[in-house]
């Protein structure tokens, strides 16, 4: 497990949230002003210097469970409030997004690439604010510093760090499955073929060389197209990407529906369920989060509906969670007795509360409607 992932995943899990709240916003005709302070807030939050240098201290994952409170607490740092089926279905969309674009990753580099991609979107919502912009532009440098020396080795490791994280994650969302990239069981198909990694060579020749070292090429045909990047994406502040993975895929005119059992349920119900081990570095900083996002409390609330409208979202909550039955999981409790009873509390108030979500494999909730 590397100790250097926890920053990628909060910040693309964060960037995907940014998406879906933008184009909700959007298709609900909420005033541009009050979209704005929404978009502001949330991202000044999330980039407190404050918050970013505790986040960027090595350290292990957090728990699905407290990954999950993390961010039900940033999405209402400002005037904008959910309820907790549509924060259950965000949260689904967030992840299931970031879990297909590690998965479709041609190097393991290439989830620096994916994170400055949602940067790059995240500072365009803030540009108007001097103040939150330059918070944004310190954790481009942060990430510089942070990542840009890694080995290719100490990133094949992140990205395994994720895909475990991300394991049994299976919700259906629509526009993977009209573009036929993912399953009804909501596994992802990694078809052959497409766009190879910058210094590669294209699939199709075999060199083998004899003992005078005179070599002999054989020509094979590789059964998919292939083409190799023209050039290296930018890792700067600003510059081209080249990989698409990680821009903003919602519109107000593409929607997106979803459908299984809630990741926010039913994470819940496997081992992260066990609060005897729960991770006191995750306590201090949803402690920190809490005490930033006070400051934005304000009288002027409204409600953001992730469904198309409030009789699907009711109707979404009163759903109750599919029981997950693929494996049988153990819990062995290794820590010595008697030290983390405090803690287990500690977890145990940090839940979210009743959440719903859940729902039949044969039905699609449409959550984006156009």
Do not use: W
Not at 45 to 68: C, D, G, I
């Amino acid at each position: 497990m590397s100790l250097k992932t926890l920053p990628l995943l909060f910040i693309n899990l964060g960037g995907e949230m940014m998406y879906i709240l933008d184009q909700r916003l959007r298709a609900q005709n909420i005033p541009t002003e009050k979209s704005k302070k929404v978009l502001n807030d949330i991202v000044a939050t999330m980039f407190n210097k404050r918050f970013m240098e505790e986040l960027f201290k090595p350290q292990t994952l957090y728990s699905k469970k407290a990954m999950r409170t993390v961010f039900d607490r940033l999405a209402h740092a400002s005037i904008m409030r959910l309820n907790a089926a549509s924060m259950d279905k965000l949260y689904d969309l967030m992840t299931m997004a970031f879990k297909y674009q590690v998965s479709l990753a041609l190097r393991p580099k290439d989830i620096l690439l994916i994170t400055l991609n949602h940067m790059d979107t995240m500072r365009s919502y803030v540009e108007d604010s001097s103040g939150v912009r330059s918070q944004v532009e310190h954790v481009y440098r942060m990430l510089s510093e942070t990542y840009a020396s890694l080995s290719q080795g100490e990133f094949q490791l992140i990205r395994q760090t994720l895909l475990n994280f991300f394991q049994d994650m299976h919700i259906r969302v629509s526009i993977f499955l009209k573009d036929k990239v993912q399953n009804n069981n909501g596994r992802f198909v990694l078809k052959p073929g497409g766009s190879l990694p910058y210094g590669t060579e294209a699939p199709g020749l075999i060199r083998s060389f004899d003992a005078s070292g005179k070599s002999r090429n054989i020509a094979f045909a590789p059964g998919a197209n292939y083409t190799v990047a023209s050039r290296e994406g930018s890792f700067d502040l600003r510059g081209d990407r080249i990989t698409k993975l990680g821009c903003n895929m919602y519109s107000a005119s593409r929607p997106v529906e979803t459908s299984g059992p809630s990741i926010s349920k039913s994470v819940m119900q496997g081992s992260d369920m066990d609060t005897s081990n729960p991770d006191p570095l995750a306590k201090a900083h949803l402690d920190l989060l809490s005490r930033l996002i006070g400051a934005n409390v304000t009288n002027n609330e409204f409600r953001l509906n992730l469904f198309k409208n409030d009789q699907e979202e009711d109707e979404a909550a009163s759903i109750q969670p599919i029981e997950v039955a693929e494996s049988q999981v153990v819990n062995i409790d290794a820590s010595k007795g008697g030290k983390t009873s405090e803690l287990t509390r500690i977890m145990g108030e940090m839940s979210v509360g009743d959440k719903g979500g859940g729902g039949d494999d044969s039905d699609l909730l449409d959550l984006m409607d156009s």
